[in-house]
């Protein structure tokens, strides 16, 4: 079984530019969730994808999207990136069914470094 | 809106000794809780989860946790600490599982 992937690892971008982060699901989860991890604090949820739509959304602006394929692999793309927008990205997937979604299990996460 | 409080920054403790990792939440709807590690430059880990039923739920590496509704509590714990421990432990809520509430962690650091 293999477990959720996410890439880069690391990215330097400067202030203005855009960026897109990846994920590849766990096997058999067809629901990806995506977190932003500042320094010294804990995750904060962005928006989950769900049948290639967004299933709900945390406090973020516009100008961070998402895209789910129909392999269930994710994109997160954040535009007009500010110096705030530096953080660990966390992608998260899970299986949803009729009763609701099981547990998430995460990535190990792309840092992202705003200039 | 639900909300979770880790009352402890960080928690240093020696090596075999017992610990305790506080977690309160804040919810007016029924929630499922959960904790995850998070060892140095890597993603979260799931420790252990409450959905329902038992109160005590057991996890991996030796970690349990306790669901308290009346104190709206899920205290992580452990009777022996390992070296291998040291990391950063969160606690999450969720009104069903989808959307994770963190708290801001807790730094458990085992000395030898």
């Known amino acids: 079984e293999t477990g959720v992937t996410q890439s880069p690892t690391h990215l330097i971008k400067t202030r203005g530019q855009q960026v897109t982060l990846r994920c590849s699901s766990q096997?058999?989860?067809?629901?990806v969730s995506w977190y932003q991890q500042a320094l010294g604090q804990g995750p904060q949820f962005i928006f989950q994808?769900?049948?290639?739509?967004?299933?709900g959304r945390g406090n973020f602006p516009p100008r961070f999207s998402g895209l789910q394929f129909p392999n269930y692999s994710s994109e997160l793309n954040v535009n007009a990136l500010e110096l705030d927008d530096s953080a660990l990205y966390l992608c998260?997937?899970?299986?949803?069914?009729?009763?609701?979604?099981?547990?998430?299990?995460f990535g190990p996460g792309t840092r992202l470094t705003v200039l | 809106a639900q909300s979770v409080t880790q009352l402890d920054s960080q928690v240093p403790v020696f090596e075999e000794a017992p610990v305790e990792l506080r977690c309160n939440y804040s919810?007016?709807?029924?929630?499922?809780l959960f904790w995850y590690v998070q060892y140095p430059n890597q993603g979260l880990q799931l420790l252990l989860k409450?959905?329902?039923?038992?109160?005590l739920v057991k996890g991996i590496n030796g970690f349990e946790a306790e669901f308290n509704k009346s104190q709206t509590s899920f205290h992580l714990r452990k009777p022996s600490v390992h070296i291998s421990d040291t990391a950063e432990y969160f606690c999450?809520?969720?009104?069903?599982?989808?959307?994770?509430?963190f708290g801001t962690g807790t730094r458990l650091q085992v000395f030898p």
């Open positions: 998260a997937s899970s299986h949803r069914t009729q009763a609701g979604t099981d547990t998430q299990y």
């Open positions: 096997s058999g989860h067809n629901t």
């Open positions: 994808y769900y049948r290639e739509e967004e299933n």
């Open positions: 919810s007016s709807v029924s929630v499922y």
């Open positions: 409450y959905l329902s039923g038992s109160t």
């Open positions: 999450a809520v969720s009104p069903s599982s989808d959307k994770l509430i």
